[in-house]
């Protein structure tokens, strides 16, 4: 990665100080990385319908897909538990749609200096991609 980790983790950690989340309480932040070099900020926003809400995770693919980017090469995600934040299965199913399963680096943080890194083939074995589309 040309972007270092503890940068990606520190923008994280920023990120979730814009959480909109005054249902649960849980504020999670998240920083994706580019290919371009370009990091984009995500945070939850809940919505008191509940299925509405957005994660940190796809509220920074969303925003960088709308400004026209669409390869990736890590995210960095953190929240509130005092514990490792891992992605839930829908955000982990959109990184599958926009990332190497193989290459794309997850970092679960649970402090700025406590972190780990994951591949996202061994966050999500067994993807559905498109490549399983033109099997029908």
Do not use: H
Request: proline share 3%; glycine share 6%; aromatic share 12%.
């Amino acid at each position: 990665m040309d972007v270092d980790e503890q940068f990606l983790v520190r923008e994280a950690m920023l990120a979730r100080e814009n959480s909109y989340s005054p249902y649960s309480g849980f504020r999670v932040g998240a920083a994706l990385l580019a290919e371009s070099g370009t990091v984009y900020r995500g945070c939850n926003i809940e919505n008191a319908a509940y299925s509405p809400t957005n994660c940190a995770e796809r509220t920074a693919f969303f925003k960088a897909v709308s400004e026209g980017e669409q390869k990736f090469r890590a995210i960095a995600v953190a929240g509130d538990t005092g514990d490792y934040l891992y992605p839930c299965g829908v955000c982990r199913q959109v990184m599958a749609e926009f990332c190497s399963l193989q290459d794309f680096v997850v970092i679960c943080v649970k402090s700025e200096k406590e972190y780990r890194k994951l591949l996202l083939k061994d966050l999500l074995p067994g993807a559905f991609t498109k490549s399983d589309l033109q099997k029908i």
